[in-house]
């Protein structure tokens, strides 16, 4: 097999960009007639909301919705020492922290509004990532760009980099990179060169949370595992005592990469993950991965594939799985339908996992009023109000700088290891960075899940990977 020609790493964002471009267009057009849902708070905070919800030929799904009880963690509004600034104009958020999320953006906006009291606030929220990107892009070819929108530092970040203000000045006048853990300006700069989103939340992306009644039914401690025959085995003996042992999301498709990536890849040896990353696995190297994560699959819930990640989430809360493979934000969904990490919920990782993580941050739009999006940034990166958020959400926050005693024992580890000297991470979604891609990778994944053709999907992956520039 030949060897797929590589690209010039500039040349390729820029010919992306033209093509999302050209998609966005169309999708900004139909997002135009069919507006999502808008919140318009002000200084009396009077709320006007209409009814009308986003849809998009995205593969995507409708709003949300689970019958699992959301009970609000929430019991205090978030800390108001800010200095609160004379300023005034308007703020315009985009995101999707919508359903059983909800409380996160609800948490946010209330300190905003505490701290920038002056300020119009409007909050614009979709159901799901791709169809706020569409959203977004709506807005901005109308001539009505948003202040900010909810970002990795990925897809959706590179699908609306060019209509976007870096911001390497305000983290340098703040002194926010100095504050931050070592690692997370690399994961906000790669391989953009420059600093876009504020980094909101830090998020460990490969953690196995389990169902603690269940492993303890069967006497298995993940703390015994010391290589992936123990995994398997453990997994083996829940699916004979008749629970299903692992459960992932496959709604919508990229979500399925989650168990190959974070799982299988990220517990392969140095060499392999290395290879990976460089997109220089052969697609004879793919099948042993394949192999393995079929596996995966064979031990997972069969409604998997058609679950969105907290309806996946969900499955263990109600005992019908035993383990899910998550970022830390299921931590957050944990919490907010009541149970406690080290009670009812307990995690791990695969034995000889590396460390993964992503960013969760707020950008600034070209066109804003970007004075007003500059100070709740400013606002936002208050540090006992960033931890609180934080452990709302069941994540980190990006400042090393803080008190981490409020942190449940999951995130007081993450805090230890990322304070960790010379600490390697290694980027969560590494092909993220295009909608065409991510969604392709996810079909390949998903018919090979149908089709368990490892041959045809270990060539499918072997040729989209590896025609494209390393990140």
């Keep these: 097999m030949s060897e797929p020609k590589k690209v010039d790493r500039r040349k390729f964002i820029y010919a992306g960009l033209g093509a999302v471009a050209l998609i966005a267009i169309g999708a900004a057009t139909y997002v135009a007639m069919n507006p999502p849902v808008v919140t318009k708070t002000t200084t009396v905070s009077t709320t006007v909301p209409t009814t009308s919800v986003i849809t998009t030929t995205m593969p995507t799904t409708s709003v949300i919705t689970t019958t ?28 999707f922290w919508v359903g059983s999320e909800k409380f996160k953006h609800d948490f946010l906006i209330t300190h905003v509004k505490e701290c920038l009291p002056n300020i119009e606030i409007v909050e614009v929220l979709y159901p799901d990532g791709e169809k706020m990107v569409a959203g977004v892009m709506s807005a901005i070819l109308a001539g009505k760009p948003p202040s900010t929108f909810q970002s990795d530092a990925g897809y959706w970040l590179y699908t609306l980099l060019p209509y976007l203000v870096p911001i390497d000045d305000l983290v340098k006048e703040e002194g926010w990179d100095k504050a931050w853990f070592d690692g997370v300006k690399t994961l906000l700069t790669v391989p953009w060169g420059k600093i876009y989103p ?16 269940i492993l303890d039914k069967f006497n298995i401690d993940p703390a015994s595992f010391k290589k992936m025959d123990d995994f398997w085995q453990a997994c083996e003996t829940i699916k004979a005592g008749g629970v299903w042992p692992l459960v992932y999301s496959g709604n919508p498709a990229p979500w399925a990469i989650f168990p190959f990536h974070e799982g299988i890849v990220l517990s392969s040896d140095d060499k392999v ?44 809360y109600k005992g019908e799985a035993a383990m899910y493979l ?34 969760n941050g707020w950008p600034i739009v070209k066109g804003c009023d970007e004075k007003v999006a500059r100070e709740v940034l400013k606002a936002l990166s208050d ?3 960033i931890v609180e958020a934080n452990v709302l959400t069941g994540n980190l926050s990006a400042f090393k700088d803080v008190d981490p005693t409020p942190y449940d024992d999951f995130n007081r580890e993450m805090y230890k290891k990322m304070s960790t000297p010379g600490l390697n991470i290694y980027p969560g979604n590494p092909d993220s960075y295009t909608a065409s891609l991510r969604i392709t990778l996810g079909e390949a994944i998903v018919s090979l899940i149908t089709t368990r053709n490892i041959d045809e999907a270990a060539k499918k992956i072997y040729e989209i990977r590896a025609s494209l520039p390393t990140a």
């Design 68 to 95: 699992v009880p959301t009970t609000t963690v929430i019991t205090t509004t978030p800390p108001t020492t800010w200095p609160k600034p004379e300023v005034r104009g308007k703020w315009e958020i985009h995101n």
């Design 383 to 385: 540090r006992k109000f």
């Design 326 to 359: 998550c970022g830390s934000w299921a931590l957050g969904y944990y919490k907010n339908v009541g149970w406690t990490y080290g009670k009812e919920l307990g995690s791990f990782m695969l034995p000889g996992a590396k460390f993964s993580a992503s960013i």
């Design 273 to 316: 993950i290395q290879s990976y990353y460089n997109r220089t696995l052969t697609a004879e190297e793919y099948k042993p991965i394949l192999q393995q994560y079929l596996k995966w699959i064979d031990y997972s819930h069969p409604e998997s594939i058609g679950l969105r990640w907290d309806e996946a989430a969900a499955k263990v």
């Design 198 to 213: 504020y980094p909101y939340n830090l998020e460990i992306r490969n953690v196995l949370w389990y169902n603690k009644s």
